[in-house]
């Protein structure tokens, strides 16, 4: 509570104001699967329980591609809510740079972000010319293979602990009628699962020269080559995945009519709000089961520079509380994310989660792509994506060349 | 116009201030906003529009795309198919409901309501009827029809097919009320000279009928031919553009590299081209219809 | 072939005819079958709504329900979530009134005074503006997308209910002012002149005389504007905020936000619930609907 207070001295001082009158804050964001919007709940719960202010919640549907142009329209439309989700990285770069994101190092200082966020390399993406910009409220790691107990249990054979043994058993999947990998037919999701095996099946600085250094020869190149053979055997897996949406993907799982899928962290939340338990319902291995890493992307909050003193206040006080103990253990064990900050106490975690947490703690982390690549090379790659897995008349060879041209225009 | 006054420039001086929205929608938005449009194509701004210009780079990368491409071949497809189908079955229609038959308002009624659902409404309809799980080819299988294959929303190939399908449902109504209004302006005396001297009926709606239709024809298709060009909201909700890209159309390239892709520069090239695809075929129309100087 | 060309030979008109002609058979067959293909989705919407989803799972989507249930409609306008907002479609709906109302009366205002100038009081340059009017309505909504933003921003109502309606008022003005120009220039210029010789100016003429003869054109134009208006997402998503979404763009929230199994029930409630203002609409001003097109359109 105390810190709370420092930090609306903090604020009122920056801005000119008096005293912080109570005022509504709208808050856009694109959390609204079962999991998720119990996560988002949280987070209102806190602000409007702990500060005067009210939470107005702005949730858009679909993914992220859907959600960011409405948040991004507002905001250069000049009609900007009070605070928004990205995945921090390159999304909002160009509204900071366009002065419309509001400068938070003030409030991250009187926090000391500095020192509690970990690791240190989140607070870097919401960093511009040494002045930070984003709270970032939790992380997401996209290298998990989740798999059902009930699919492997009707097929007969054991639970896959990792990805080779997962592409042996498929077959015996196929055969009980089962679908061996879930994917939804959207374009993120599939790009993200490729992304993954990059990752997780091969050296790490593949992944960096191709993502960071935008090399398009090793794009073009016989490592990558494996992944695309590896997205092939995958595309065969995933055939009679009919579904669009990932947690419907996920719910495949649930279910036991699919084996595994490959999925951020958020799938947790669904097996969470379907009340199954890890370890026992289903399994997770982080990096695919094959190698001990982690991407750090994740979501992060975005306060646009408003004209009203007093819901400028508000902001400030909502940034703090967005990294305080208590709401990030509350946030992110609904979530199913981890929280931003190592020194929290999360005994509540489950398997999953502390295994996360392990990896993240113990072994090697990368940046996630959403940090490294534009938001145009993104879409491109996903558009690549969904129009491999759909079509099965493009090859694994032609597909590659077009990603390595996508790498070589990349910026 | 009988009254002549002196003042040329205060002539019909409330008409001319009557028209203000009139002329500052055709010149600022209209005119303004294509010009401001095409001259940003040429920059390449990212997420805000920013003038650094960089040549028909835009346009380059534009026709290298694959997604592009479909988007284009699925636009010609459904769009001529649109224009074929929902003419030759409006007009059949049309000429069926002007047999004189009973029950004409019920049957327009019924084929006409869809056109008063939107998009969005119709799109979700026919991706639940054509769900293959639950939907028609559930149904004819469960029956018996073992082998019958009908998954357009599953299948790439005939996806846009399935699109076209809930265009068709939603538009062909209008034109069989166009049509038929048409045909109801015909002079009853020409039905009477063709059956005196024996002309099939067949032959003399090609040969006469519809030649006299003219300018419904055209009206006709004015609006049908607005509505392909702008199909966006269909898309979204029956298909999202899938299966992979096989439903994608123009106006969703725009939108999603505009706003998802953070690439304005290659929106408005996107756009920039649809436009000059649409001027190709308006301009030789608005040629024909308002070049020629007559009074209405 | 012979049979089916002799029988198109025979008299038409309005000649008494018996009813089961070959003819009749033909034609009322042919529009009894085209009329249950339309029917056919209304149908399915009705039923899968009134449905459990353990019946749908099951069933046959044609199949009435064995089991009538209202849950799915009150759930799809007043509980299902789009993110923590579970108040159903409702919001959308009373959004969507106060977006359309005001639209369609600016709308048709400028849009009958537009097309009455074009059409009574031609003054130089008029055919210009109608011109570049009407190819503002092939003009992909895309090229103007971006522009506009710009524009509301500049004027400050980007994100509000006035921005909103005058994009809508801007987008009906080409089909619109086509539509009353057409119908302006079918009444018998007599009157109009005879009007003009008595002293009548613009406005006058326009309310005295062309308003009350073209009931019928405006409550066309209402209702294509109605219908319009009211189905619009794209605008809706870009130009407004999520608190005044209108219902389309609610609706495909709803049936996107996807929370464990899809419930098809509920999404076709809720389709059928968006559906209803315009569907009433027609329903109950159908015949002056179908006359006033034709009135609009034939006199091109």
């Given at each position: 509570m105390t810190k709370l207070q420092t930090i609306l001295t903090a604020t009122s001082a920056m801005c000119c104001v008096t005293a912080a009158h109570a005022t509504e804050l709208e808050v856009t964001h694109w959390w609204t699967s079962g999991g998720e919007a119990a996560a988002v709940s949280e987070l209102a719960k806190a602000f409007d329980g702990k500060t005067e202010h009210t939470w107005k919640d702005g949730a858009i549907a679909g993914s992220g591609n859907t959600a960011r142009p409405v948040m991004i329209s507002r905001i250069t439309g000049g009609d900007p809510m009070a605070a928004t989700q990205f995945?921090?990285?390159?999304?909002?770069e160009e509204l900071v740079e366009a002065g419309l994101m509001r400068d938070l190092t003030e409030i991250a200082e009187a926090e000391g972000w500095k020192d509690i966020v970990n690791p240190p390399s989140l607070l870097d993406a919401c960093t511009l010319d040494g002045k930070i910009y984003c709270a970032p409220v939790n992380i997401h790691s996209w290298q998990w293979l989740w798999l059902s107990d009930a699919a492997y249990k009707t097929a007969g054979v054991p639970v896959p602990t990792n990805w080779s043994e997962f592409v042996a058993a498929a077959p015996a999947l196929t055969e009980a009628g089962l679908v061996p990998l879930a994917m939804g037919q959207q374009g993120w999701q599939q790009k993200g699962a490729f992304d993954v095996m990059m990752i997780a099946l091969l050296p790490s600085d593949v992944y960096l020269k191709v993502?960071?250094?935008?090399?398009a020869e090793a794009a073009a190149g016989p490592d990558v080559a494996k992944i695309f053979q590896a997205a092939d055997q995958a595309r065969a897996m995933a055939?009679?995945?009919?579904?669009?949406d990932w947690n419907q993907a996920t719910n495949m799982l649930i279910t036991g009519k699919a084996g595994g899928q490959i999925m951020g962290d958020w799938a947790q939340g669904e097996f969470a709000v379907a009340g199954q338990v890890a370890g026992k319902d289903y399994h997770c291995l982080p990096g695919?089961?094959?190698?001990?890493v982690l991407t750090t992307g994740g979501d992060a909050f975005y306060f646009p520079v408003l004209d009203d003193a007093d819901k400028t206040a508000a902001q400030g006080e909502l940034a703090a509380l967005m990294l305080s103990p208590e709401v990030q253990v509350a946030f992110n064990l609904k979530k199913g994310s981890l929280p931003?900050?190592?020194?929290?106490?999360?005994?509540?975690?489950n398997d999953c989660m502390k295994k996360g947490l392990e990896v993240l703690n113990n072994a090697e982390t990368l940046p996630g792509g959403d940090q490294l690549i534009t938001q145009d090379t993104t879409r491109q790659i996903e558009d690549l994506m969904v129009e491999f897995f759909a079509d099965t008349s493009l090859t694994a060879e032609a597909a590659q060349e077009r990603f390595a041209e996508i790498i070589a225009d990349a910026e | 116009m009988a009254a002549s006054r002196p003042n040329r420039l205060f002539r019909n001086l409330s008409a001319k201030i009557a028209a203000i929205p009139m002329i500052l929608t055709a010149l600022v938005v209209f005119v303004g906003g294509t010009v401001w449009t095409v001259a940003y194509s040429f920059t390449s701004s990212k997420m805000l529009p920013k003038w650094k210009f960089v040549g028909l780079d835009q346009y380059e990368r534009l026709w290298e795309t694959r997604r592009w491409m479909v988007s284009i071949e699925n636009l010609m497809i459904y769009g001529i198919c649109m224009l074929i189908f929902s003419f030759v079955i409006g007009f059949i229609l049309a000429a069926l409901m002007d047999q004189?038959?009973?029950f004409e308002s019920t049957f327009r009624t019924i084929i006409l309501y869809?056109?008063?659902?939107s998009f969005i409404v119709t799109g979700l309809v026919w991706q639940w009827v054509l769900n293959p799980e639950f939907g028609v080819q559930h149904i004819l299988r469960s029956l018996g029809w073992e082998s019958f294959n009908f998954d357009p929303l599953y299948n790439a190939d005939i996806a846009i097919f399935g699109v076209l399908i809930a265009g068709l449902w939603q538009g062909t109504g209008l034109i069989m009320v166009l049509m038929l209004a048409g045909l109801r302006g015909i002079d009853q005396e020409i039905w009477k000279a063709t059956r005196v001297d024996g002309i099939p009926a067949w032959k003399t709606y090609i040969f006469i009928v519809i030649p006299m239709m003219r300018p419904v024809f055209i009206t006709t298709l004015v609006l049908v031919a607005a509505a392909i060009v702008k199909v966006y909201d269909l898309i979204v909700a029956q298909?999202?553009?899938?299966?992979?890209?096989?439903?994608?159309?123009p106006a969703k390239y725009v939108y999603d590299y505009m706003?998802?892709?953070?690439?304005l520069g290659q929106g408005f090239a996107a756009s920039t081209m649809m436009l000059l695809a649409v001027l190709i075929v308006v301009v030789p129309w608005a040629y024909m219809e308002f070049g020629s100087k007559k009074r209405g | 072939m012979a049979d089916v060309t002799s029988t198109l030979v025979g008299p038409r008109g309005p000649k008494p005819r018996k009813i089961l002609t070959r003819n009749n058979i033909m034609i009322y067959g042919t529009l009894i079958i085209v009329s249950l293909y339309y029917l056919l989705p209304l149908w399915v919407m009705v039923m899968t709504s009134l449905k459990g989803m353990p019946e749908i799972r099951m069933g046959n989507i044609f199949a009435p329900p064995l089991e009538i249930t209202f849950e799915p409609w009150v759930k799809a306008w007043?509980?299902?979530?789009t993110g923590l907002n579970c108040d159903g479609l409702s919001r959308g709906f009373w959004n969507s009134v106060r977006i359309t109302v005001p639209s369609v009366i600016v709308s048709i205002a400028i849009a009958s005074v537009n097309g009455y100038a074009l059409a009574?009081?031609?003054?130089?340059g008029a055919d210009t503006f109608f011109t570049i009017l009407i190819f503002g309505a092939f003009i992909p909504y895309q090229v103007m997308l971006y522009p506009i933003v710009i524009l509301l921003r500049e004027m400050g109502l980007y994100g509000s209910l006035t921005g909103l309606i005058m994009v809508h008022s801007i987008f009906g003005m080409p089909i619109l002012t086509l539509l009353f120009r057409n119908y302006f220039s079918s009444l018998p210029e007599e009157l109009f002149k005879a009007a003009r010789v008595d002293g009548a100016g613009f406005w006058r003429i326009y309310f005295q005389i062309m308003l009350p003869m073209s009931l019928p054109i405006f409550v066309v134009a209402m209702i294509l504007q109605v219908t319009g208006i009211w189905n619009d997402f794209l605008f809706g998503v870009i130009y407004t905020k999520p608190d005044l979404y209108p219902m389309t763009v609610q609706l495909n929230n709803i049936v996107n936000s996807?929370?464990?199994?899809?419930?098809y029930n509920v999404n076709m409630a809720a389709t059928l619930l968006t559906g209803l203002v315009p569907l009433f609409i027609y329903f109950v001003s159908g015949k002056l609907f179908v006359r006033g097109i034709a009135a609009g359109a034939v006199k091109g």
């Amino acid at each position: 509570m105390t810190k709370l207070q420092t930090i609306l001295t903090a604020t009122s001082a920056m801005c000119c104001v008096t005293a912080a009158h109570a005022t509504e804050l709208e808050v856009t964001h694109w959390w609204t699967s079962g999991g998720e919007a119990a996560a988002v709940s949280e987070l209102a719960k806190a602000f409007d329980g702990k500060t005067e202010h009210t939470w107005k919640d702005g949730a858009i549907a679909g993914s992220g591609n859907t959600a960011r142009p409405v948040m991004i329209s507002r905001i250069t439309g000049g009609d900007p809510m009070a605070a928004t989700q990205f995945n921090h990285g390159r999304q909002a770069e160009e509204l900071v740079e366009a002065g419309l994101m509001r400068d938070l190092t003030e409030i991250a200082e009187a926090e000391g972000w500095k020192d509690i966020v970990n690791p240190p390399s989140l607070l870097d993406a919401c960093t511009l010319d040494g002045k930070i910009y984003c709270a970032p409220v939790n992380i997401h790691s996209w290298q998990w293979l989740w798999l059902s107990d009930a699919a492997y249990k009707t097929a007969g054979v054991p639970v896959p602990t990792n990805w080779s043994e997962f592409v042996a058993a498929a077959p015996a999947l196929t055969e009980a009628g089962l679908v061996p990998l879930a994917m939804g037919q959207q374009g993120w999701q599939q790009k993200g699962a490729f992304d993954v095996m990059m990752i997780a099946l091969l050296p790490s600085d593949v992944y960096l020269k191709v993502y960071d250094e935008k090399d398009a020869e090793a794009a073009a190149g016989p490592d990558v080559a494996k992944i695309f053979q590896a997205a092939d055997q995958a595309r065969a897996m995933a055939a009679n995945s009919n579904v669009q949406d990932w947690n419907q993907a996920t719910n495949m799982l649930i279910t036991g009519k699919a084996g595994g899928q490959i999925m951020g962290d958020w799938a947790q939340g669904e097996f969470a709000v379907a009340g199954q338990v890890a370890g026992k319902d289903y399994h997770c291995l982080p990096g695919l089961g094959e190698k001990n890493v982690l991407t750090t992307g994740g979501d992060a909050f975005y306060f646009p520079v408003l004209d009203d003193a007093d819901k400028t206040a508000a902001q400030g006080e909502l940034a703090a509380l967005m990294l305080s103990p208590e709401v990030q253990v509350a946030f992110n064990l609904k979530k199913g994310s981890l929280p931003v900050r190592g020194d929290v106490d999360l005994s509540a975690a489950n398997d999953c989660m502390k295994k996360g947490l392990e990896v993240l703690n113990n072994a090697e982390t990368l940046p996630g792509g959403d940090q490294l690549i534009t938001q145009d090379t993104t879409r491109q790659i996903e558009d690549l994506m969904v129009e491999f897995f759909a079509d099965t008349s493009l090859t694994a060879e032609a597909a590659q060349e077009r990603f390595a041209e996508i790498i070589a225009d990349a910026e | 116009m009988a009254a002549s006054r002196p003042n040329r420039l205060f002539r019909n001086l409330s008409a001319k201030i009557a028209a203000i929205p009139m002329i500052l929608t055709a010149l600022v938005v209209f005119v303004g906003g294509t010009v401001w449009t095409v001259a940003y194509s040429f920059t390449s701004s990212k997420m805000l529009p920013k003038w650094k210009f960089v040549g028909l780079d835009q346009y380059e990368r534009l026709w290298e795309t694959r997604r592009w491409m479909v988007s284009i071949e699925n636009l010609m497809i459904y769009g001529i198919c649109m224009l074929i189908f929902s003419f030759v079955i409006g007009f059949i229609l049309a000429a069926l409901m002007d047999q004189k038959i009973r029950f004409e308002s019920t049957f327009r009624t019924i084929i006409l309501y869809p056109y008063a659902l939107s998009f969005i409404v119709t799109g979700l309809v026919w991706q639940w009827v054509l769900n293959p799980e639950f939907g028609v080819q559930h149904i004819l299988r469960s029956l018996g029809w073992e082998s019958f294959n009908f998954d357009p929303l599953y299948n790439a190939d005939i996806a846009i097919f399935g699109v076209l399908i809930a265009g068709l449902w939603q538009g062909t109504g209008l034109i069989m009320v166009l049509m038929l209004a048409g045909l109801r302006g015909i002079d009853q005396e020409i039905w009477k000279a063709t059956r005196v001297d024996g002309i099939p009926a067949w032959k003399t709606y090609i040969f006469i009928v519809i030649p006299m239709m003219r300018p419904v024809f055209i009206t006709t298709l004015v609006l049908v031919a607005a509505a392909i060009v702008k199909v966006y909201d269909l898309i979204v909700a029956q298909t999202g553009g899938g299966p992979g890209i096989a439903t994608e159309m123009p106006a969703k390239y725009v939108y999603d590299y505009m706003f998802g892709g953070q690439n304005l520069g290659q929106g408005f090239a996107a756009s920039t081209m649809m436009l000059l695809a649409v001027l190709i075929v308006v301009v030789p129309w608005a040629y024909m219809e308002f070049g020629s100087k007559k009074r209405g | 072939m012979a049979d089916v060309t002799s029988t198109l030979v025979g008299p038409r008109g309005p000649k008494p005819r018996k009813i089961l002609t070959r003819n009749n058979i033909m034609i009322y067959g042919t529009l009894i079958i085209v009329s249950l293909y339309y029917l056919l989705p209304l149908w399915v919407m009705v039923m899968t709504s009134l449905k459990g989803m353990p019946e749908i799972r099951m069933g046959n989507i044609f199949a009435p329900p064995l089991e009538i249930t209202f849950e799915p409609w009150v759930k799809a306008w007043s509980e299902a979530c789009t993110g923590l907002n579970c108040d159903g479609l409702s919001r959308g709906f009373w959004n969507s009134v106060r977006i359309t109302v005001p639209s369609v009366i600016v709308s048709i205002a400028i849009a009958s005074v537009n097309g009455y100038a074009l059409a009574n009081w031609r003054f130089r340059g008029a055919d210009t503006f109608f011109t570049i009017l009407i190819f503002g309505a092939f003009i992909p909504y895309q090229v103007m997308l971006y522009p506009i933003v710009i524009l509301l921003r500049e004027m400050g109502l980007y994100g509000s209910l006035t921005g909103l309606i005058m994009v809508h008022s801007i987008f009906g003005m080409p089909i619109l002012t086509l539509l009353f120009r057409n119908y302006f220039s079918s009444l018998p210029e007599e009157l109009f002149k005879a009007a003009r010789v008595d002293g009548a100016g613009f406005w006058r003429i326009y309310f005295q005389i062309m308003l009350p003869m073209s009931l019928p054109i405006f409550v066309v134009a209402m209702i294509l504007q109605v219908t319009g208006i009211w189905n619009d997402f794209l605008f809706g998503v870009i130009y407004t905020k999520p608190d005044l979404y209108p219902m389309t763009v609610q609706l495909n929230n709803i049936v996107n936000s996807v929370q464990g199994v899809k419930e098809y029930n509920v999404n076709m409630a809720a389709t059928l619930l968006t559906g209803l203002v315009p569907l009433f609409i027609y329903f109950v001003s159908g015949k002056l609907f179908v006359r006033g097109i034709a009135a609009g359109a034939v006199k091109g």
